[in-house]
């Protein structure tokens, strides 16, 4: 029997809300995926207005409790992103007593990583971890004899209201939250594979209003940053050709290309309000988004340089997020930086091909996949109990929530017309029922000496 996980990932154009089953194999079954803007709640990834954010979970919750199995979320995980999200290295050193490395050793070695605070950020978690005995590599440190010990830890960090608005929101809500995952490492976990990260590769998330840049080497993350450019730049750039928003996006996404295209059939018609519509030119479109991904990309040139892995990604570039669905933008990436390039799915953890999903739901899979806790409230048996006479005693039930009826016999015996009420009841060890009896009369033709005076205390 699988688990039912839910998760939430809080864009800067869209917040994903998804629920999916987990078999023993890890696999997934998707069971609802439900989506809403994000307007400006939401900037570079980041949380701005806390009121509007927490309007959008609630929505998004309700729709995932609004499906034919009536599933109930009761917590749910949650991705940690943001403009701030970057590594930093933390080094530590210890002499060995007695000769021997020990787990109490090295447990105390993390536990100084995970509370090293850096200057003005926070420190989200100790990601990776590598052991030096003597100067040398220690793939399984305990019980090596040694004399020195050196541990590097990567920390995640970034700033403080991250973690902090996303708890003031969540404060206040009937959802808890099962746990708390660093976005982009949430959608590595769903988009690459075990041989991408062992061989060295590098991810980038193209998302709307920032991008995560990261590279792997031997299973670990060994590099993350954010770049503050993404998709909401280049459809601002398109507003330049007299559209709205709204219209700016269509081109980019149904039209667009990395590409430039120098023909001067090539044009693209969009309805701007005037009739004929507006001719905008492809070959003009594509020029403005050229430019733009080629900042970004020169961006990421330069930080695959700055992490000192340039020569070690064997397995290229992985794209994903809402950006990378940009024609030719592969392609582009490919001539730019001289790498292989892939665009990333996360087939290889989806049961069913029913449901097609978006590179942009990448990370909201990646959170699933990490969580370990069944998300769903457990079902609770109601039992409709019709009782002739409301001065009996009342049936006794086991522990749990029943729905009792209870007959006014003043009000006749149909329960559409009136004197009907469902009552929820909790009983405990030793039952006991309050009765909050609802005399309000439905049928509306019925005269009003015909209404009972009588209440059952």
């Known amino acids: 029997m699988g688990q039912s996980i839910a998760a939430l990932d809080l864009g800067t154009s869209k917040t994903i809300a998804l629920v999916a089953q987990k078999d023993l194999a890890g696999k997934l079954t998707i069971l609802r995926v439900e989506t ?77 990583a995970t509370a090293h605070t850096p200057e003005f950020e926070e420190n989200l978690g100790v990601i990776s971890r590598e052991y030096y005995a003597d100067g040398q590599l220690a793939v399984n440190p305990k019980g090596t ?38 976005s982009p490492l949430a959608t590595a976990e769903a988009v690459l594979t075990p041989e991408e990260k062992e061989s060295g590769c590098a991810l980038v998330e193209f998302g709307a209003g920032v991008t995560y840049f990261s590279i792997y080497k031997n299973k670990v993350l060994k590099y993350l940053i954010t770049l503050p450019l993404g998709g909401l730049a280049i459809t601002k750039d398109i507003r330049s050709l007299n559209v709205s928003e709204n219209e700016a996006e269509t081109l980019k996404i149904e039209h667009g290309s990395v590409l430039s295209v120098l023909s001067d059939d090539n044009t693209a018609s969009v309805n701007i309000g005037y009739n004929p519509p507006r001719k905008v030119e492809l070959a003009e479109l594509n020029w403005i988004i050229e ?38 933008l592969p392609q582009y990436i490919r001539n730019q930086i001289g790498k292989e390039v892939r665009l990333a ?86 039952p006991e029922i309050i009765f909050d009896y609802d005399e309000t009369d439905n049928n509306n033709n019925n005269n009003n000496d015909n209404k009972s005076d009588n209440k059952i205390n």
């Open 36 to 112: 809403l803007p994000s307007k400006n709640a939401i900037r570079r990834g980041r949380i701005y207005n806390s009121d509007e954010t927490s309007d959008i979970i609630s929505k998004l919750i309700r729709k995932l409790n609004n499906t034919p199995e009536t599933m109930q979320i009761g917590k749910i995980y949650v991705g940690i992103g943001g403009q701030s999200l970057h590594t930093k290295s933390f080094k530590t050193e210890r002499k060995i007593e007695g000769g021997t490395i020990t787990r109490q050793l090295l447990d105390s070695m993390e536990e100084e």
């Open 345 to 430: 799915d996360a087939k290889a953890y989806i049961n069913s091909s029913e449901i097609q999903l978006s590179p942009s739901e990448s990370c909201a899979i990646g959170l699933t996949i990490l969580g370990k806790e069944n998300c769903l409230k457990e079902k609770i048996t109601k039992e409709i109990v019709k009782e002739e006479n409301p001065k009996q005693d009342p049936q006794i039930f086991t522990k749990g929530e029943v729905e009792v009826v209870i007959k006014d016999p003043k009000k006749g015996s149909n329960p559409f017309k009136s004197g009907w009420k469902k009552i929820k009841t909790v009983f405990e060890e030793s």
């Open 145 to 182: 004899e040694a004399s020195v010990i050196e541990a590097r830890f990567q920390l995640v960090v970034g700033n403080p209201c991250l973690k902090r608005n996303l708890e003031k929101v969540f404060s206040k809500k009937e959802v808890s939250v099962a746990g708390y995952f660093i």
């Open 291 to 328: 430019g733009r991904v080629d900042e970004i990309v020169k961006n990421i040139e330069v930080q695959i340089q700055k992490s000192g892995y340039s020569q070690m990604l064997n397995a290229g570039i992985v794209i994903t997020g809402g950006g990378a669905l940009l024609h030719a």
